[in-house]
Nanobody, 123 residues
């Protein structure tokens, strides 16, 4: 199982950025896929998680309404579209995967991680 996150960069507050997570070695249908982030001096935060069982995506309150997860099954890639970015969104962003059946919930502990990609939002 491999995940590779990309797309980070420097953006002004109010701007947008799209992160990509290329996955290989497993079937999307069998794994929950999540995005995490860790800002400077902050705890790691799960910002989204998509259940492989019911297809629901759960968002953290901090990003709800601004961030959207999508995926391209043909390219085995998950995207995180980030709009209306704020300086407090500055963080290293990671994608992660975990197998299992999740109905009405999504895990917080993940087994497989990609390397992070840095997002910096300037004020």
């Amino acid at each position: 199982v491999q995940l590779q996150a990309s797309g980070g960069g420097l953006v002004q507050a109010g701007g947008s950025l799209r992160l990509s997570c290329a996955v290989s070695g497993f079937d999307f249908d069998d794994y929950a896929i999540a995005w995490f982030r860790q800002g400077p001096g902050k705890e790691r935060e799960r910002i989204s998680c998509t259940s492989p069982t019911d297809g629901r995506t759960y968002y953290a309150d901090s990003v709800k309404g601004r961030f959207t997860v999508s995926r391209d099954n043909a390219k085995n890639t998950v995207f995180l579209q980030m709009n209306s970015l704020k300086p407090e969104d500055t963080a290293v962003y990671y994608c992660a995967a975990k197998g299992g059946i999740y109905i009405g919930n999504c895990p917080y502990n993940f087994r497989f991680w990609g390397q992070g990609t840095l997002v910096t939002v300037s004020s």
